[in-house]
């Protein structure tokens, strides 16, 4: 199993709609989640930590469900600014120090 | 006032030559990172310095030798280039922590392209 799998879309929805994107870890041990967004041909920038009770950030949300592994970000009202790639960022298993591991990523076209 | 800045933005080399790309953080962070990202969009990380120690090395051809001079600065030499070298690279820092992870800042990469 990978240390991180995302689904990599793409997904298409028309601005104003809601999408949410799952991501699955292997790490039952981790104790840090983060959403990362990149733009094309950009670095990658932190869009969100994620904590366990869920967190909300204007327009965007983010959960975590330890017991099934897995993280969300639901993102409501998109924009056509929303397009990106939502990468899905846990701490790797067996090291002190952080290792952070990111999924191949989710892209996300938004449309007038 | 660039908090993680690489340089070059490009480089483009043949097979077999020798190159460098450079990163420095103005953050204060005590951690810096290497990660790869290959055609397929797929970042992976290389290396890690804490205060100039290595702490994290993957599975990474010594063709690929990281040096770090003091915490702000964490350089890649690469020898004998390779086709499969071809990605972008991008340098990250953090301020690094046993346990809780904190977020990684990273530079706006080096597009490496072997010929």
């Known amino acids: 199993r990978k240390e991180v799998e995302q689904d990599p879309g793409p997904f298409n929805v028309p601005e104003g709609a809601t999408v949410a994107f799952n991501c699955t870890y292997s790490?039952?041990?981790?104790?840090?989640f983060f959403w990362y967004r990149q733009d094309c041909r950009k670095e990658p920038k932190l869009l969100m930590s994620?904590?366990?009770s869920g967190n909300e950030d204007g327009r965007f949300t983010a959960q975590l469900n330890r017991a099934s592994q897995y993280i969300s970000l639901l993102i409501r009202d998109s924009k056509l600014s929303d397009s990106a790639t939502y990468l899905c960022?846990?701490?790797?298993?067996?090291?002190?120090?952080?290792?952070?591991?990111f999924g191949t990523g989710t892209r996300l076209l938004v449309s007038p | 006032d660039t908090a993680v800045s690489q340089t070059p933005k490009y480089l483009v080399t043949q097979m077999g030559n020798d190159k460098s790309i450079k990163c420095e953080q103005n953050?204060?962070?005590?951690?810096m990172y290497w990660y790869k990202q290959d055609s397929k969009k797929f970042l992976k990380i290389m290396f890690s310095?804490?205060?100039?120690?290595?702490?994290i090395n993957e599975t990474v051809p010594n063709r690929f030798s990281p040096k770090s001079p003091d915490k702000a600065h964490l350089n890649l030499h690469i020898n004998s280039l390779e086709l499969g070298d071809s990605a972008v690279y991008f340098c990250a820092s953090s301020q690094g922590q046993l346990g809780t992870a904190s977020p990684l800042h990273f530079g706006n990469g080096t597009r490496l392209t072997v010929t």
């Open positions: 790490n039952s041990a981790s104790q840090s």
């Open positions: 953050l204060g962070h005590d951690t």
């Open positions: 960022v846990v701490k790797g298993e067996g090291t002190g120090f952080q290792k952070l591991v």
């Open positions: 310095y804490n205060n100039k120690e290595l702490i």
């Open positions: 994620v904590y366990s």
